[in-house]
Protein backbone atom coordinates (compact mmCIF):
# COMPACT_ATOMS: atom_id res chain seq x y z
CA UNK A 1 0.00 0.00 0.00
CA UNK A 2 1.45 3.23 -1.01
CA UNK A 3 2.77 5.34 2.13
CA UNK A 4 0.77 8.89 2.18
CA UNK A 5 2.30 11.25 4.64
CA UNK A 6 -0.50 12.45 7.78
CA UNK A 7 -0.12 13.02 10.78
CA UNK A 8 -0.12 10.71 13.92
CA UNK A 9 -2.61 12.62 15.39
CA UNK A 10 -6.40 14.09 14.45
CA UNK A 11 -8.86 15.79 16.73
CA UNK A 12 -13.03 16.44 15.67
CA UNK A 13 -14.99 17.61 17.69
CA UNK A 14 -19.22 17.95 18.34
CA UNK A 15 -20.78 20.38 20.31
CA UNK A 16 -22.92 18.38 23.73
CA UNK A 17 -26.87 19.37 24.63
CA UNK A 18 -25.76 21.53 27.00
CA UNK A 19 -23.72 23.59 25.04
CA UNK A 20 -20.47 22.08 26.03
CA UNK A 21 -17.83 21.44 23.20
CA UNK A 22 -16.70 17.82 22.83
CA UNK A 23 -13.24 16.75 21.25
CA UNK A 24 -12.34 13.29 20.24
CA UNK A 25 -8.18 13.23 19.74
CA UNK A 26 -7.56 9.97 17.36
CA UNK A 27 -3.30 9.28 17.86
CA UNK A 28 -2.07 6.66 15.75
CA UNK A 29 1.29 4.50 16.14
CA UNK A 30 2.47 1.00 14.75
CA UNK A 31 0.53 -1.70 16.21
CA UNK A 32 3.17 -4.59 17.12
CA UNK A 33 0.05 -6.81 17.26
CA UNK A 34 -2.01 -4.91 19.68
CA UNK A 35 -5.49 -3.95 19.67
CA UNK A 36 -6.26 -2.44 16.27
CA UNK A 37 -8.40 0.73 17.97
CA UNK A 38 -8.08 1.82 21.75
CA UNK A 39 -10.16 3.83 23.19
CA UNK A 40 -10.97 5.65 26.58
CA UNK A 41 -13.01 7.77 28.16
CA UNK A 42 -12.21 9.00 31.83
CA UNK A 43 -14.92 7.38 34.53
CA UNK A 44 -16.51 6.30 31.78
CA UNK A 45 -15.43 2.84 30.53
CA UNK A 46 -18.80 1.45 28.69
CA UNK A 47 -18.57 5.09 26.77
CA UNK A 48 -15.61 4.00 25.90
CA UNK A 49 -17.02 0.80 24.51
CA UNK A 50 -19.36 2.18 22.70
CA UNK A 51 -16.77 4.19 20.61
CA UNK A 52 -14.46 0.95 20.47
CA UNK A 53 -17.35 -0.47 19.00
CA UNK A 54 -18.86 2.11 16.63
CA UNK A 55 -15.19 2.65 15.17
CA UNK A 56 -14.33 -0.65 14.16
CA UNK A 57 -18.23 -1.05 12.71
CA UNK A 58 -17.56 2.04 10.62
CA UNK A 59 -14.39 0.45 9.30
CA UNK A 60 -16.14 -2.51 7.85
CA UNK A 61 -17.38 0.17 4.99
CA UNK A 62 -13.73 1.68 4.24
CA UNK A 63 -11.80 1.19 0.31
CA UNK A 64 -8.88 -0.93 1.82
CA UNK A 65 -8.12 -2.79 5.15
CA UNK A 66 -5.05 -1.54 6.59
CA UNK A 67 -3.99 -3.30 10.52
CA UNK A 68 -0.68 -2.00 10.41
CA UNK A 69 -1.80 0.70 12.66
CA UNK A 70 -2.83 1.08 15.67
CA UNK A 71 -5.62 4.56 16.47
CA UNK A 72 -5.84 5.29 20.14
CA UNK A 73 -9.42 7.73 20.64
CA UNK A 74 -9.96 9.66 23.74
CA UNK A 75 -12.79 12.28 24.91
CA UNK A 76 -11.85 15.41 27.10
CA UNK A 77 -15.21 15.13 28.60
CA UNK A 78 -18.30 12.31 28.67
CA UNK A 79 -21.55 12.87 26.89
CA UNK A 80 -24.65 12.08 28.71
CA UNK A 81 -25.48 8.78 28.99
CA UNK A 82 -28.24 9.08 25.71
CA UNK A 83 -26.47 11.21 23.79
CA UNK A 84 -25.08 9.91 20.34
CA UNK A 85 -24.12 12.54 18.08
CA UNK A 86 -20.85 12.47 19.08
CA UNK A 87 -20.17 9.33 17.26
CA UNK A 88 -20.09 10.65 13.93
CA UNK A 89 -17.01 12.90 15.56
CA UNK A 90 -15.44 9.90 16.51
CA UNK A 91 -15.73 8.13 13.15
CA UNK A 92 -13.79 10.88 11.68
CA UNK A 93 -11.03 11.20 13.82
CA UNK A 94 -10.15 7.76 13.06
CA UNK A 95 -10.20 8.22 9.59
CA UNK A 96 -8.51 11.36 9.93
CA UNK A 97 -5.78 9.94 11.96
CA UNK A 98 -5.46 7.17 9.61
CA UNK A 99 -5.19 9.03 6.21
CA UNK A 100 -8.43 7.82 5.23
CA UNK A 101 -10.06 11.51 5.67
CA UNK A 102 -8.48 14.27 5.04
CA UNK A 103 -10.38 17.79 5.28
CA UNK A 104 -8.63 21.02 4.35
CA UNK A 105 -8.08 22.25 7.65
CA UNK A 106 -7.97 19.07 9.98
CA UNK A 107 -7.55 21.21 12.81
CA UNK A 108 -11.30 22.77 12.43
CA UNK A 109 -14.07 20.12 11.83
CA UNK A 110 -17.12 19.18 13.88
CA UNK A 111 -19.62 16.60 13.38
CA UNK A 112 -23.45 15.69 14.11
CA UNK A 113 -24.27 11.83 13.56
CA UNK A 114 -25.46 8.87 15.18
CA UNK A 115 -26.07 5.59 13.66
CA UNK A 116 -27.21 2.04 14.30
CA UNK A 117 -26.02 0.16 11.58
CA UNK A 118 -21.81 1.59 11.23
CA UNK A 119 -20.90 -1.80 9.62
CA UNK A 120 -23.39 -0.51 6.74
CA UNK A 121 -21.81 2.80 6.78
CA UNK A 122 -25.08 4.62 7.08
CA UNK A 123 -25.90 7.27 9.04
CA UNK A 124 -29.26 7.97 10.86
CA UNK A 125 -31.21 11.45 10.29
CA UNK A 126 -30.50 13.65 13.61
CA UNK A 127 -32.93 16.21 14.69
CA UNK A 128 -31.62 19.14 12.82
CA UNK A 129 -33.95 22.60 12.79
CA UNK A 130 -33.55 24.28 9.69
CA UNK A 131 -31.17 26.62 9.80
CA UNK A 132 -32.16 30.22 9.54
CA UNK A 133 -35.70 29.07 9.25
CA UNK A 134 -38.53 28.99 11.39
CA UNK A 135 -38.01 26.81 14.25
CA UNK A 136 -40.66 23.48 13.73
CA UNK A 137 -43.14 22.38 16.56
CA UNK A 138 -41.28 19.94 18.65
CA UNK A 139 -44.43 17.91 19.02
CA UNK A 140 -44.91 17.84 15.63
CA UNK A 141 -41.09 15.88 14.94
CA UNK A 142 -41.35 12.34 15.69
CA UNK A 143 -38.51 11.38 18.08
CA UNK A 144 -35.88 8.76 16.99
CA UNK A 145 -35.38 5.21 18.46
CA UNK A 146 -32.85 5.84 21.55
CA UNK A 147 -33.49 9.82 21.84
CA UNK A 148 -35.81 10.22 23.50
CA UNK A 149 -34.27 12.45 26.83
CA UNK A 150 -31.28 13.30 24.50
CA UNK A 151 -31.30 17.21 24.36
CA UNK A 152 -32.99 17.71 27.64
CA UNK A 153 -34.23 21.60 27.13
CA UNK A 154 -31.38 22.25 24.98
CA UNK A 155 -32.22 23.53 21.29
CA UNK A 156 -30.46 21.49 18.40
CA UNK A 157 -30.43 24.67 16.23
CA UNK A 158 -28.18 26.37 19.22
CA UNK A 159 -25.81 23.41 18.87
CA UNK A 160 -25.72 24.15 15.25
CA UNK A 161 -25.02 27.55 15.32
CA UNK A 162 -21.88 27.12 18.10
CA UNK A 163 -19.98 24.61 15.60
CA UNK A 164 -20.71 27.50 12.68
CA UNK A 165 -19.36 29.82 15.27
CA UNK A 166 -16.18 28.13 16.02
CA UNK A 167 -15.60 26.57 12.78
CA UNK A 168 -13.25 29.72 11.19
CA UNK A 169 -13.54 30.22 7.44
CA UNK A 170 -11.64 26.87 6.75
CA UNK A 171 -13.46 24.71 8.84
CA UNK A 172 -15.86 22.22 8.08
CA UNK A 173 -19.40 20.65 9.65
CA UNK A 174 -20.39 17.24 8.46
CA UNK A 175 -23.61 16.29 9.75
CA UNK A 176 -26.92 13.81 8.84
CA UNK A 177 -28.36 14.48 5.66
CA UNK A 178 -32.27 14.97 6.12
CA UNK A 179 -34.51 16.84 3.29
CA UNK A 180 -36.20 19.13 5.90
CA UNK A 181 -33.28 20.22 8.04
CA UNK A 182 -30.85 21.28 5.46
CA UNK A 183 -29.84 24.87 5.79
CA UNK A 184 -31.88 27.48 3.64
CA UNK A 185 -28.73 29.38 2.94
CA UNK A 186 -26.02 28.08 1.12
CA UNK A 187 -22.43 27.36 3.36
CA UNK A 188 -19.61 25.80 2.32
CA UNK A 189 -18.47 24.84 5.01
CA UNK A 190 -21.48 22.97 5.57
CA UNK A 191 -21.37 18.95 4.27
CA UNK A 192 -24.75 17.29 5.17
CA UNK A 193 -23.88 12.98 4.34
CA UNK A 194 -26.43 9.90 4.51
CA UNK A 195 -23.92 7.50 4.20
CA UNK A 196 -19.73 7.77 5.07
CA UNK A 197 -18.96 6.78 1.34
CA UNK A 198 -20.15 10.63 0.77
CA UNK A 199 -17.26 12.02 2.31
CA UNK A 200 -15.46 11.50 -0.62
CA UNK A 201 -18.17 11.54 -3.08
CA UNK A 202 -18.34 7.70 -3.39
CA UNK A 203 -21.37 5.60 -3.72
CA UNK A 204 -22.98 3.96 -0.70
CA UNK A 205 -20.66 1.31 0.05
CA UNK A 206 -23.50 -0.74 1.80
CA UNK A 207 -25.10 -2.30 -1.47
CA UNK A 208 -21.87 -3.93 -1.57
CA UNK A 209 -22.03 -5.76 2.36
CA UNK A 210 -23.98 -8.76 2.27
CA UNK A 211 -25.56 -9.45 6.20
CA UNK A 212 -26.75 -12.48 7.16
CA UNK A 213 -28.43 -13.11 11.00
CA UNK A 214 -28.89 -16.76 12.06
CA UNK A 215 -29.87 -17.78 15.46
CA UNK A 216 -29.07 -20.44 18.52
CA UNK A 217 -30.36 -21.22 21.61
CA UNK A 218 -29.39 -19.34 24.68
CA UNK A 219 -30.06 -21.62 27.86
CA UNK A 220 -28.88 -20.45 31.07
CA UNK A 221 -32.02 -22.23 33.06
CA UNK A 222 -33.50 -19.12 33.39
CA UNK A 223 -36.92 -17.43 32.78
CA UNK A 224 -34.57 -15.52 29.88
CA UNK A 225 -33.47 -18.27 27.52
CA UNK A 226 -34.08 -17.15 24.40
CA UNK A 227 -32.85 -17.83 20.36
CA UNK A 228 -30.25 -15.42 20.20
CA UNK A 229 -29.01 -13.90 17.14
CA UNK A 230 -25.49 -13.77 15.54
CA UNK A 231 -25.38 -11.36 12.12
CA UNK A 232 -22.04 -11.81 10.14
CA UNK A 233 -21.61 -8.88 7.37
CA UNK A 234 -18.92 -9.60 4.76
CA UNK A 235 -17.31 -6.94 2.70
CA UNK A 236 -14.89 -8.23 -0.63
CA UNK A 237 -11.90 -7.28 -0.26
CA UNK A 238 -9.48 -4.77 -2.20
CA UNK A 239 -6.41 -6.32 -3.93
CA UNK A 240 -4.15 -4.06 -2.05
CA UNK A 241 -5.59 -6.07 1.40
CA UNK A 242 -4.20 -9.52 -0.22
CA UNK A 243 -1.31 -9.46 2.84
CA UNK A 244 -3.60 -9.37 5.49
CA UNK A 245 -4.21 -12.19 7.30
CA UNK A 246 -7.68 -14.07 7.72
CA UNK A 247 -7.89 -13.70 11.39
CA UNK A 248 -7.28 -9.70 11.32
CA UNK A 249 -9.55 -9.29 8.29
CA UNK A 250 -12.59 -10.78 11.09
CA UNK A 251 -14.05 -8.09 13.85
CA UNK A 252 -16.23 -8.56 16.44
CA UNK A 253 -16.05 -5.49 18.35
CA UNK A 254 -18.41 -6.66 21.04
CA UNK A 255 -16.01 -9.06 22.01
CA UNK A 256 -13.20 -9.42 24.74
CA UNK A 257 -9.76 -10.42 22.84
CA UNK A 258 -10.02 -14.11 24.10
CA UNK A 259 -13.45 -14.50 22.92
CA UNK A 260 -12.65 -12.81 19.65
CA UNK A 261 -9.75 -14.89 18.71
CA UNK A 262 -11.63 -18.01 19.17
CA UNK A 263 -14.46 -16.40 17.04
CA UNK A 264 -11.44 -15.55 14.59
CA UNK A 265 -9.38 -18.93 14.11
CA UNK A 266 -13.55 -20.62 13.95
CA UNK A 267 -14.76 -18.30 10.78
CA UNK A 268 -10.61 -18.92 9.61
CA UNK A 269 -11.18 -22.98 9.79
CA UNK A 270 -14.54 -23.18 8.60
CA UNK A 271 -13.52 -20.91 4.98
CA UNK A 272 -10.73 -23.19 4.83
CA UNK A 273 -13.00 -26.13 4.86
CA UNK A 274 -15.05 -24.05 1.12
CA UNK A 275 -11.28 -24.37 -0.33
CA UNK A 276 -11.47 -20.82 -1.89
CA UNK A 277 -12.99 -18.88 0.99
CA UNK A 278 -9.56 -17.33 2.82
CA UNK A 279 -8.45 -14.31 1.69
CA UNK A 280 -11.70 -12.54 -0.26
CA UNK A 281 -13.11 -10.99 2.67
CA UNK A 282 -13.52 -8.11 5.24
CA UNK A 283 -15.77 -9.40 8.08
CA UNK A 284 -18.00 -7.86 10.90
CA UNK A 285 -19.51 -10.14 13.87
CA UNK A 286 -22.20 -9.04 15.78
CA UNK A 287 -24.11 -10.30 18.14
CA UNK A 288 -27.76 -9.82 19.98
CA UNK A 289 -26.62 -10.86 23.75
CA UNK A 290 -22.84 -11.24 23.79
CA UNK A 291 -22.39 -12.11 27.30
CA UNK A 292 -22.98 -15.71 26.93
CA UNK A 293 -20.80 -19.06 28.07
CA UNK A 294 -19.98 -22.11 25.88
CA UNK A 295 -18.96 -22.56 22.07
CA UNK A 296 -22.83 -23.91 21.17
CA UNK A 297 -23.31 -20.73 18.90
CA UNK A 298 -20.03 -21.91 16.66
CA UNK A 299 -22.57 -23.77 14.04
CA UNK A 300 -25.16 -20.58 13.67
CA UNK A 301 -21.80 -18.38 13.05
CA UNK A 302 -20.26 -20.11 10.37
CA UNK A 303 -24.06 -20.81 8.49
CA UNK A 304 -24.40 -17.18 8.85
CA UNK A 305 -20.86 -16.83 7.40
CA UNK A 306 -21.21 -18.96 4.51
CA UNK A 307 -24.73 -17.75 4.05
CA UNK A 308 -23.16 -14.28 3.64
CA UNK A 309 -20.84 -15.24 1.52
CA UNK A 310 -23.34 -17.13 -0.62
CA UNK A 311 -21.97 -20.76 -0.09
CA UNK A 312 -25.37 -21.86 1.13
CA UNK A 313 -29.14 -21.40 0.37
CA UNK A 314 -31.22 -19.25 2.54
CA UNK A 315 -34.25 -20.68 4.59
CA UNK A 316 -37.52 -19.34 3.74
CA UNK A 317 -37.50 -18.24 7.41
CA UNK A 318 -34.74 -18.14 9.96
CA UNK A 319 -31.55 -20.70 10.41
CA UNK A 320 -31.27 -21.95 13.77
CA UNK A 321 -28.30 -24.01 14.93
CA UNK A 322 -26.78 -25.21 17.82
CA UNK A 323 -23.33 -27.44 17.15
CA UNK A 324 -19.49 -26.75 17.79
CA UNK A 325 -16.18 -28.62 16.36
CA UNK A 326 -12.50 -29.36 17.31
CA UNK A 327 -12.26 -29.43 13.54
CA UNK A 328 -13.91 -26.92 11.29
CA UNK A 329 -11.34 -27.05 8.32
CA UNK A 330 -12.59 -30.40 7.69
CA UNK A 331 -16.38 -29.19 8.12
CA UNK A 332 -16.62 -31.53 10.96
CA UNK A 333 -20.04 -30.76 13.20
CA UNK A 334 -19.80 -32.22 16.90
CA UNK A 335 -22.22 -32.36 19.82
CA UNK A 336 -23.18 -29.94 22.43
CA UNK A 337 -24.47 -29.86 25.86
CA UNK A 338 -28.00 -29.03 27.30
CA UNK A 339 -29.63 -30.92 24.33
CA UNK A 340 -33.40 -31.58 26.40
CA UNK A 341 -33.14 -27.64 27.56
CA UNK A 342 -32.50 -26.66 23.73
CA UNK A 343 -34.72 -28.73 22.12
CA UNK A 344 -37.32 -27.36 24.08
CA UNK A 345 -36.67 -23.66 23.55
CA UNK A 346 -36.55 -24.43 20.07
CA UNK A 347 -39.74 -26.51 19.84
CA UNK A 348 -41.30 -23.01 21.68
CA UNK A 349 -40.00 -20.69 19.24
CA UNK A 350 -39.58 -22.23 16.10
CA UNK A 351 -42.43 -20.55 13.12
CA UNK A 352 -42.92 -21.28 9.74
CA UNK A 353 -40.33 -20.93 7.22
CA UNK A 354 -37.46 -21.80 10.03
CA UNK A 355 -34.35 -24.47 9.33
CA UNK A 356 -33.36 -26.15 12.44
CA UNK A 357 -29.66 -27.64 12.26
CA UNK A 358 -28.83 -29.46 15.01
CA UNK A 359 -25.93 -31.97 15.68
CA UNK A 360 -25.81 -35.53 13.97
CA UNK A 361 -25.28 -37.05 17.66
CA UNK A 362 -28.39 -35.70 18.68
CA UNK A 363 -30.79 -37.44 15.67
CA UNK A 364 -30.68 -41.11 17.82
CA UNK A 365 -32.35 -39.38 21.04
CA UNK A 366 -34.86 -37.01 19.71
CA UNK A 367 -37.98 -36.46 21.24
CA UNK A 368 -40.57 -39.30 20.22
CA UNK A 369 -42.77 -36.92 17.37
CA UNK A 370 -40.27 -34.09 17.73
CA UNK A 371 -39.52 -33.96 13.91
CA UNK A 372 -43.11 -34.08 13.44
CA UNK A 373 -43.98 -31.42 15.57
CA UNK A 374 -41.59 -29.28 13.65
CA UNK A 375 -43.21 -29.48 10.56
CA UNK A 376 -46.79 -28.77 12.00
CA UNK A 377 -45.34 -25.63 12.76
CA UNK A 378 -43.70 -25.05 9.16
CA UNK A 379 -40.36 -25.30 10.32
CA UNK A 380 -37.99 -28.28 8.81
CA UNK A 381 -34.89 -29.93 10.84
CA UNK A 382 -31.69 -31.61 9.73
CA UNK A 383 -29.02 -33.46 12.24
CA UNK A 384 -25.67 -32.96 10.38
CA UNK A 385 -22.34 -33.89 10.78
CA UNK A 386 -20.90 -31.73 8.06
CA UNK A 387 -21.48 -28.54 6.88
CA UNK A 388 -21.48 -28.38 3.28
CA UNK A 389 -23.76 -30.97 2.87
CA UNK A 390 -27.47 -29.92 3.78
Not at 102 to 120: E, K, R
Not at 229 to 257: F, G, K, N, R
Not at 329 to 357: C, F, S
Request: charge should be neutral; charged fraction near 20%; include cysteine.
Amino acid sequence: MKQTAISANAVCRSVLADGRVLTITASRRPRANRADVKCSVAAAPALAQRMQQVVRMARLTEAVLDTRDQVVLSMDLAPAALERDWELAAVLADRMARGVYTPADPAAVFAFGSSDVWHLGRLRLAEWPAHGGAQPQRQQQPALAGTAGMYGDADPADRYSRALALLGSGGVLVYSEAAATLPHVADSRCFAISHLGALQGHADQADCVASVRTWFPLYSGGLHDSLAWVEVSVYPLDAADATCSEEDSISAPQLEPSRLQALRQTLAAARHFDGHGLGRWRTLVRFGQPDFQGASYELALVMADRMARGREFLPRGRLIASGQSSAWHAGQVETVDGQQAKLELIIRQAGAGDRVLLPADWSASLPAGYQARLRQRGASLACISRIGMI
